[in-house]
């Protein structure tokens, strides 16, 4: 095991090692602070809301973040978690405690970029959003800014285990302290398929019964078939049609004429517009929330980062006017 790593596990309990050098990486250090290692165990449950999801995170066990956590509640004299039959809740000693750490580690990461200097922009979404719209904005920016970097990472489960990027798109708000927030727009959702699914107006108990293609997520902010259904008044049962983890993959299995896919209708209007999937029916539900930029602070954003973040905003207004606004509002 390399050095870091061994004194990392000692820290955090996974070795017992008695030394002097072990007893000085656990005393308490200039500012009057509980063992980093504890710290950094609890901010990782605290964010993930999961002991186990915490220790992948850090590389131990979920033992080992649950020792380091009793020993941060027993030095404080706080409990900062309600422990639950399925995971664990802030206290609110725990929350008070995990949005200082979120706020303090984001300033350090901010200033650490500062002081590397210019390292390029990264902008983050999920695989569907880039596909769509994101990845061919960025190709747009660059026409006009091909001396900037642009690095597009992509994930289906948030940002939060990963590096947080300058700039993302996210469905609905962001619960993070310092950071920017833009509503761009509200989606409507209908059921589309290949063009050989048009067959006109179609009641929903019907269309319930059809080949549905069901979108498992870890977010549950998502609009789901049974909740569409439910919104619209029908409380019948929903055929189970086939499901995926994947909108992407959605989308295209319901071009290949393999079912009737939820449709997002602006982030889907490149596929309405060459043809590849039609709307079917005349039931629409306007989407609960609405897609947001996410973005650092302005202080905290590279001169790069700005121009590509205002760039998105003028962009988003062309690509989402595309299709008349639902509710009659766009921002």
């Known amino acids: 095991m390399p050095r870091a790593a061994s004194l990392f596990a000692v820290a955090l309990g996974i070795v017992q090692v008695n030394s002097p050098f072990v007893d000085t990486l656990m005393s308490r250090r200039h500012y009057d602070l509980p063992p980093l290692t504890a710290l950094a165990a609890f901010e990782a449950a605290a964010r993930l809301l999961s002991f186990k999801d915490a220790a992948r995170e850090l590389g131990v066990t979920p033992g080992a973040v649950s020792h380091q956590i009793r020993g941060l509640e027993a030095e404080l004299g706080l409990r900062l978690f309600d422990r639950r039959h399925r995971g664990v809740a802030l206290t609110e000693a725990g929350h008070d405690l995990s949005t200082c750490m979120q706020d303090a580690f984001s300033n350090v990461s901010a200033t650490l970029q500062r002081l590397r200097g210019p390292q390029g922009v990264t902008v983050g979404s999920t695989s569907a959003v880039s596909s769509l719209w994101l990845a061919p904005a960025v190709a747009r920016f660059w026409r006009e800014n091909g001396e900037i970097a642009v690095h597009q990472v992509t994930s289906d489960h948030g940002f939060q285990r990963s590096i947080i990027p300058d700039i993302f798109i996210r ?136 121009l590509l973040r205002d760039f998105l905003l003028r962009d988003v207004a062309i690509f989402s006017h595309e299709v008349n606004s639902p509710d009659g509002e766009d921002f």
């Open 171 to 306: 469905y609905g708000p962001e619960d993070r302290k310092g950071w920017n927030q833009t509503p761009l727009f509200r989606d409507q959702l209908h059921p589309v398929g290949s063009p050989d699914h048009a067959s006109g107006d179609m009641p929903l108990d019907k269309l319930a019964t059809q080949r549905l293609i069901h979108l498992e997520s870890d977010d549950r902010s998502w609009t789901t078939w049974p909740d569409w259904f439910r919104a619209l008044g029908y409380d019948g049962p929903i055929a189970s049609g086939i499901r995926v983890n994947n909108y992407t993959i959605a989308l295209q299995a319901a071009r290949e004429g393999a079912g009737i896919v939820l449709g997002w209708q602006r982030l889907i209007q490149p596929l309405l517009a060459r043809g590849l999937l039609v709307p079917l029916g005349r039931h629409s539900l306007a989407a609960p929330h609405r897609f947001h930029l996410i973005s650092r602070t302005g202080a905290d954003l590279s001169p790069d980062a700005l």
